[in-house]
């Protein structure tokens, strides 16, 4: 077996794994429905991972590493504050529009540990992406004072209650501008009022101490 056909291979039983997950949750899938659907024998499977749980956990890492990789491409161009909420917010929901059967598997199993030690750390490293672009914008003076960590939470908390939605409700999915324009109306400066009274400064809370 050469190292192309080796990559095919392994991609190919993912993309498997990634159906048969979504569909039957970890319990209920197991290797051989695997194998079957990634029309390959059981016992190439193994040559490839080592049992169910090894092939979970790639599969897992693999979707949030992409999605990190995503991220950053997205973001990489773009200066301004504003434009890199709302090109983050979209790319988050068109991700989950076009990968919704990985949004599954990554809902289903929230007991299974690496499962939840990848997604913790996959979320620290989106809300950092956002403190640093809410920073940004404060330091510029497009954005209003307020504390980046705390907007961070909320962006994130909400696009992932709602992009996870999709499990019961595959339609819910929000309009992507509207998230954008809700948030930014409450991160920008206003110079024409007092920022620290407004009620989109106390929602997002105070600078901390």
Same mark, same amino acid.
């Given at each position: 077996?050469?190292?192309?056909?080796?990559?095919?291979?392994?991609?190919?039983?993912?993309?498997?794994?990634?159906?048969?997950?979504?569909?039957?949750?970890?319990?209920? *899938?197991?290797?051989?429905?695997?194998?079957?659907?990634?029309?390959?024998?059981? &016992?190439?499977?193994?040559?490839?991972?080592?049992?169910?749980?090894?092939l979970y956990a790639t599969l897992v890492k693999k979707g949030l590493?992409?999605?990190?990789?995503?991220?950053?491409?997205?973001?990489?161009?773009?200066?301004?504050?504003?434009?890199?909420?709302r090109a983050f917010i979209s790319m988050r929901v068109s991700y989950?529009?076009?990968?919704?059967?990985?949004?599954?598997?990554? &809902?289903?199993?929230?007991?299974?540990?690496?499962?939840?030690?990848?997604?913790?750390?996959?979320?620290?490293?989106?809300?950092?992406?956002?403190?640093?672009?809410?920073?940004?914008?404060?330091?510029?003076?497009?954005?209003?004072?307020?504390?980046?960590?705390?907007?961070?939470?909320?962006?994130?908390?909400?696009?992932?209650?709602f992009i996870l939605s999709i499990i019961v409700e595959p339609d819910?999915?929000?309009?992507?501008?509207?998230?954008?324009?809700?948030?930014?109306?409450?991160?920008?400066?206003?110079?024409?009022?007092?920022?620290?009274?407004?009620?989109? *400064?106390?929602?997002?809370?105070?600078?901390?101490?």
């Amino acid at each position: 077996m050469n190292k192309r056909s080796g990559e095919e291979s392994r991609k190919k039983i993912l993309n498997a794994a990634e159906r048969v997950f979504s569909g039957y949750g970890y319990k209920g *899938a197991s290797m051989r429905m695997i194998a079957k659907a990634a029309d390959i024998s059981l &016992g190439g499977l193994y040559l490839y991972f080592r049992n169910k749980e090894d092939l979970y956990a790639t599969l897992v890492k693999k979707g949030l590493d992409d999605l990190s990789r995503e991220t950053r491409r997205t973001l990489e161009d773009v200066g301004d504050p504003a434009e890199a909420i709302r090109a983050f917010i979209s790319m988050r929901v068109s991700y989950a529009r076009t990968h919704r059967e990985h949004i599954i598997v990554l &809902g289903k199993e929230k007991g299974f540990t690496f499962g939840v030690r990848a997604r913790k750390k996959f979320f620290r490293e989106q809300r950092r992406v956002i403190e640093e672009i809410v920073g940004k914008g404060i330091a510029s003076g497009s954005f209003r004072k307020c504390d980046p960590r705390e907007v961070a939470k909320i962006l994130v908390c909400m696009l992932r209650g709602f992009i996870l939605s999709i499990i019961v409700e595959p339609d819910s999915l929000f309009s992507a501008e509207k998230c954008s324009t809700l948030l930014l109306q409450g991160l920008r400066r206003d110079d024409n009022s007092k920022s620290s009274g407004s009620p989109a *400064a106390r929602a997002y809370g105070r600078r901390r101490k």
